[in-house]
C-alpha cells in the first residue's frame, strides 16, 4: 500500500495483485480432474499397469476444453486414444475451489489408477 501511495522506496519491489490468478491448481484438483476424466474411457484391451499416457489440455476461462494433444505416449496408441477420446467426452473441465479453471494442465493417466 505503502508504493501505491507513493511512500515506498524507489528500492522496495512492486507488487502487481495477479498471486492469486496466476496460483495452480489446488492439491486436491488433478486427482478430482483425473477421476471425472476417467470416468469417461472406454477402453477393453489389455496394457501394461505402469503405461503412462500425458495429455497436455487447454481450457477457456469457463472450463470448456478448447485442445488437448498427447505429449508423452504410454507406447500403447489404443490407450492413449482411449484418453483422448475421454477427455473429448468430458468436454468442461470443474471449476478450482477458487472458481477459476487452470489455463493449461498436464494430466497423466494410467489403466490401474
Do not use: C, H
Not at 14 to 20: C, E, F, N, P
Not at 42 to 53: N, P, Q
Not at 58 to 68: D, K, M, Q
Not at 83 to 102: E, F, K, Q, Y
Amino acid at each position: 500500500m505503502q508504493r501505491e501511495a507513493g511512500d515506498a522506496s524507489p528500492n522496495a519491489p512492486a507488487t502487481s495483485g495477479t498471486a492469486a490468478a496466476n496460483a495452480g491448481p489446488s492439491a486436491s484438483y488433478s486427482a478430482r480432474l483425473v477421476s471425472l476424466i476417467r470416468s469417461n474411457i472406454v477402453f477393453t484391451g489389455a496394457v501394461a499397469a505402469t503405461a503412462t499416457a500425458e495429455v497436455e489440455v487447454r481450457a477457456g476461462p469457463s472450463g470448456s476444453i478448447l485442445s488437448r494433444r498427447l505429449i508423452k505416449s504410454s507406447g500403447q496408441p489404443d490407450w492413449d486414444e482411449a484418453v483422448l477420446r475421454a477427455i473429448d467426452r468430458t468436454a468442461t473441465l470443474p471449476r478450482d475451489t477458487d472458481g477459476r479453471v487452470p489455463p493449461v494442465l498436464i494430466i497423466s493417466f494410467r489403466p490401474r489408477e
